[in-house]
């Protein structure tokens, strides 16, 4: 059966949402992987300091900076493909909820 245009394009919105959700799920759970490395780094902050070193403090905020970052991609990355599922959803219901050959069959 040929799919029409918009029914291609709808499955290339869908896949595309898929595509979000995916990366979206794995930034996130990378950006918490990160952020966790950074709090466990926290122990040697005091060490650092009481050696007159800064590099541990610069270390652990480098790493939280960084996996929050990767953590709101990841949300917003995720946002966008609910968006986009609701788009498509939206599209598919615009149509007739039953097939009109179908309501004739019944009428008969």
């Known amino acids: 059966m040929p799919v029409s245009n918009s029914g291609r394009a709808a499955m ?3 896949w595309q949402a898929e595509e979000y959700e995916e990366k979206g799920k ?3 759970v990378l950006g ?3 952020g966790c ?5 926290c122990v040697w902050i005091w060490v650092g ?8 403090v ?15 991609r990841g949300t917003w990355l995720r946002a966008r493909s609910a968006a986009l599922f609701a788009g ?6 615009e149509g007739p909820a039953v097939r009109p050959e ?7």
Request: aromatic share 12%.
């Open 26 to 28: 794995s930034l996130f």
């Open 49 to 56: 300091w009481r050696a007159g070193s800064d590099l541990w």
């Open 32 to 34: 918490w992987v990160v």
């Open 88 to 93: 498509i959803s939206g599209k598919m219901l």
């Open 58 to 72: 610069w270390y652990t905020l480098g790493l939280g900076l960084v996996g929050a970052m990767l953590a709101g």
């Open 12 to 14: 290339d919105a869908a």
């Open 102 to 108: 179908t309501e004739e069959r019944r009428a008969a």
């Open 37 to 41: 490395m950074g709090g466990i780094s």
